[in-house]
């Protein structure tokens, strides 16, 4: 098993990082808190908009993505402290470009979460730390493409440790 | 009364809505990074002191997820929005700490009506926000329909 710093990771690398169950009330919970306008969190007002029904928030999909990613990041550390393999600490973002709600997601939908790695460098301002830039999907269960974005994330360098 | 909604004819590049302000309960961070983005900088002050942040801090798909808010409470809800196809860029600046208010400012960037739906047209705008202290947390371009009026 390869680890999981920044020296491990390759443009090309792809992955499959889990599902996401969107529910009727988990759409109504995060649509009331953050993007409540008539038709995310009306039936009648969703039913005469484009969409026909309710849907998910923009960043609700977004937030789906950032589940699977972590439980798929914390599956894999389980299994390299498992194997008494090095760990490293897990680094934030500054931020992403190009998220894309391509169909909508309803009450009901999962959300199929992949991606793959562009490209991975060092940072100057922060020794032992480097970028790495992805490009994350997500298909709904019918197979269609209904979410997309290019995202980026701090990882450890092996140097670091 | 829909007449009273913002539509797409009433918006054009430069006009400047206000947003915020908007607290970030420790409460909420908490809750939203349990819910969405459970990383120990995100739920727990001591983990997150020893972190590469050094302080508790929000989620940005929470900061995000507040500018949304936001920008409901100064335009979308009192509009006749059809939605959004996505983010042209987020940049998460700074760290958001329990505490902070966030307030800002929603600038239109262009508009235009759509070519395979002439019902509505597209709004472009950036927007950044700001804590209580003045420093720029968040920026955002990105972009939302509305309904043309009459139609």
Redesign the interface.
């Known amino acids: 098993m390869k680890g999981w710093f920044m020296e491990d990771f390759a443009p090309g690398e792809h992955w499959v990082i889990g599902s996401h169950h969107f529910t009727r009330e988990a759409l109504l919970s995060f649509n009331r808190r953050f993007d409540p306008v008539g038709f995310h969190i009306d039936d009648e007002a969703a039913a005469k908009s484009p969409y026909g029904r309710i849907t998910a928030a923009g960043l609700h999909v977004a937030c789906g993505w950032m589940v699977c990613y972590l439980n798929h990041a914390s599956a894999v550390r389980e299994e390299l402290a498992r194997r008494g393999m090095p760990l490293p600490e897990m680094g934030p973002s500054p931020g992403f470009r190009n998220m894309k709600w391509l169909k909508p997601v309803y009450a009901g939908d999962t959300v199929t979460y992949s991606g793959v790695v562009k490209s991975l460098r060092p940072m100057a301002s922060r020794p032992g730390w480097g970028l790495m830039f992805g490009l994350h999907q997500g298909h709904n269960q019918h197979g269609e493409l209904v979410f997309a974005y290019e995202g980026v994330v701090l990882v450890q360098a092996r140097s670091a440790i | 009364m829909t007449d009273n909604l913002l539509h797409f004819e009433d918006f054009h590049a430069g006009q400047i809505f206000a947003l915020g302000p908007y607290l970030m309960t420790e409460e909420a961070i908490i809750a939203f990074a349990r819910?969405?983005?459970?990383?120990p900088?995100h739920l727990d002050k001591d983990a997150a002191e020893k972190?590469?942040?050094g302080s508790l801090s929000a989620?940005?798909?929470h900061t995000?997820?507040?500018m949304?808010?936001m920008m409901?409470d100064a335009v979308?809800?009192r509009s006749d929005?059809?939605?959004?196809?996505?983010?042209?860029?987020?940049?998460?600046?700074k760290?958001v700490f329990p505490g902070d208010v966030l307030s800002g400012t929603m600038t239109i960037t262009g508009t235009r009506r759509s070519a395979s739906r002439p019902e509505m047209g597209i709004v472009t705008f950036d927007a950044e926000v700001a804590d209580q202290f003045g420093t720029v947390k968040a920026t955002t371009k990105s972009m939302a329909f509305f309904r043309v009026r009459g139609s």
């Open positions: 819910e969405f983005d459970f990383q900088f972190s590469v942040l989620s940005g798909w995000a997820s507040a949304t808010r409901c979308y809800a929005i059809l939605g959004s196809s996505g983010i042209k860029e987020m940049k998460w600046l760290p």
